[in-house]
């Protein structure tokens, strides 16, 4: 049984450059900003996450300075998307209920992008949807409400909430693992819906957005999401928040503790004949007006407050565990959700280099203190809820912020961080490669 201990840090390879080209998690040693829209090359392109036993990722790719996602855009500007929404009707028509069943289930939290996709099946292309959302670990007020107002909106909803003391106890043992405390919740989403088909026989799911909008390769920008990603050939194969399941069992966990995170298998898959298609392959993908329609659509909320780490009020806003989820990334990749925010927005066309720039510079990065209390009490372990097993499997049990910042030194490469006489310092500041846009 492994025991969670503080790992050691030899803090001298971050003092000075010789290290400079030591990495972690297989990252390009060479650092580029996408001279079109500032992603970064240390991004993570989209994998089977039931496979990740250790946070060893794949990059997105870079073509002459530019990103996998910017060179799909400039494809995108060819295609003729009526006809590609003309050949999403004819796909719909062969799932299309004749007696008022259910035939499409949309994931999602009821955010703008899962609305907007149930919204235009529904009173658009006339299909009779179930959305399905699994939970987030600590609900938004206003996550929550949105949920309410995607079902007061026209729409049926099945929520998938685990068991409370499960769901904690992995995204504690995925910080710890992966620093990616967000995990298991990533497992459920991708998962249930799946599941859910299968068991209540709803031929097909219709996703959002591929991955391919965001930089995985060009290759998955197609009509259905890869099955990899929903499907398992041996429980061998499998690992949650980095643990194989005999290591969770011997953690006095069960199998059905863990069947909310599980994927079908394969075979199951392939019996049920589910389709899953993605929207936007069928209709240009924007994540602004999905936002635009769903305000007009609906009574959604926007967070009262700019989310902590980039400048807007609408994205992922459901969940208070997302913002130490970013704060995690920036911490292992060296780039944060501000990052990710304008390098859509710059391709989308609502926002500037210059702006986007500027952005990143004042927001990438920022710790998420907001929901602090909160996310720390949820990742805690005391002996009281979880009993005396599982509380001495933590060297420290309890979650607090200088446990956290000792816990993500052990996460940075030193190829994207230095040690300064102030503090951490990311090696590659947006102002050193974009001077341009910087000057007054």
Known sequence: MMIFKKKKVDYNLFVDDKNKDITKFNLPKHFEFCKKCLTTNQRPTTRSEHSIKEDVTKATRFFDGVCEACKLEEKKKNIDWEKRQVEFKKLLDKYRSRNGDYDVVVPGSGGKDSFYVAHRLKYEY?????????????????????????INAGFENYLNTPNQKIYRLLSRIALEKLFHPWHPWILGQKNGPTKFAKKFKIPLIVYGESPSEYGSPESEYTYEYVRDWHTYKSSKDIFISGCSLDELYSY??????????????????EESKLNCLAFSYFHKWHPQENYYYSVKNSDFNVSPQRTAGTYSKYGSIDDKMDDLYFYSYFIKYGFGRTTSDVSQEIRNGDLTIKEGANLIKKFDGEYPERFEKDIFKYLSVSEKEFGKKINDLFE????????????????RSPHLWKKTNKGFEIRHKIEDYFPEHFKK
């Open 396 to 411: 420290s049990p309890t979650v607090n912020k200088e446990y956290l910042f000792e816990l993500s030194d052990s996460f």
């Open 126 to 150: 006339g299909m009779n949807p179930i959305t399905m959302t699994f939970s987030p670990f600590i609900y938004t007020d206003w996550g929550f409400k949105n949920l309410r107002n995607w």
């Open 252 to 269: 006095g966990l069960k199998f059905y503790d863990l069947a909310p995170f599980l994927p079908l298998q394969e075979k199951e898959f």
